[in-house]
């Protein structure tokens, strides 16, 4: 990070389902068993430009860093994972696996709904981020044509949200009971798909032609109106990192802590 980065900040919300609570609700899956992580894209990204009569909505990170925390403070431990949202398992394989949430919306005919969207567990080795997808940055808030697909966990598993299973081990769990702490920082993988790049696509904010596009600092500034958002201190034009946490999340395996 550096002092030209806009850290937008971002809500992130943690559903703990424990074996008591698979127990006591017909909704819940022994699959289900961990932690259920979503991130909140904020509302400057989930909002189309009707001004034209064409609703276009912003680009949104494509990038997701989730770590947790547990342990005591003197002895802290540490796991994270990297979300490729915009992964399409149709683009060739890779990690191995397939993408995550099914996307009827991407229909190939050949192999049927594709899925998007995966996550690489750090503890199996470093981020290399993957080549550029042929149809370059597509990923927005509306996902694959479904109006409440990031609001909506199930639909964006590995995509604005994840499952952290805490490992369960020959049915028992990896992890003592405690608190747990969660923390999410987003950005995007190509530095023009950013909505202050001078080539993002960011609808009707700024005048199509690039000969009516205002001075530099005026155009950031007009953004940032348009936005919603705070200019960081540097007149440079920043890139943006979305970041949240979920602190002191309750993790009992056993007991129904539920209100």
């Known amino acids: 990070m550096s002092d030209t980065d806009l850290i937008v ?3 992130v919300n943690a559903l703990p389902v424990n074996r008591a609570n698979i127990s006591n609700a017909r909704s819940f899956e022994k699959s289900d068993e ?3 992580l979503q991130w909140q894209l904020p509302e400057a990204l989930t909002h189309g430009d009707p001004d034209t009569g064409e609703v276009t909505f912003p680009l ?14 003197n002895a802290r431990q540490a796991a994270g994972w990297v979300v490729q949202s915009d992964f399409l398992d149709n683009e060739g394989p890779q990690w191995g696996a397939r993408g995550t ?3 009827l919306a991407l229909y190939d005919s050949r192999t049927g709904p594709a899925r998007t969207g995966r996550r690489l567990d750090m503890s199996t080795g470093s981020w290399v981020e993957p080549e550029s997808p042929a149809e370059g ?3 927005t808030a509306v996902g694959p044509g479904l109006p409440t697909f990031a609001a909506y966990q ?3 598993t590995d995509v604005f949200s994840v499952h952290d299973s805490l490992v369960y081990r020959n049915g028992d769990p990896a992890l003592p009971d405690g608190k747990l702490s969660y923390l999410v920082t987003g950005w995007y993988s190509n530095d023009g798909a950013d909505n202050l790049s001078k080539s993002a696509g960011i609808g009707e904010l700024l005048p199509p032609d690039p000969a009516e596009l205002p001075p530099e600092p005026a155009r950031l500034t007009g953004i940032l109106d348009a936005l919603g958002w705070q200019p960081p201190g540097s007149s440079q034009t920043p890139r943006t990192l979305y970041s949240g946490t979920a602190l002191s999340v309750t993790w009992q395996h ?3 802590s539920r209100p």
């Open 154 to 156: 199930p639909y964006n």
């Open 34 to 36: 961990g932690i259920h």
């Open 254 to 256: 056993d007991t129904d």
């Open 9 to 11: 900040p971002i809500n």
């Open 101 to 103: 949430a099914r996307s």
């Open 60 to 73: 949104v990170p494509n990038r997701w860093l989730v770590v947790r925390y547990h342990g005591p403070a």
């Open 137 to 139: 940055p597509f990923l």
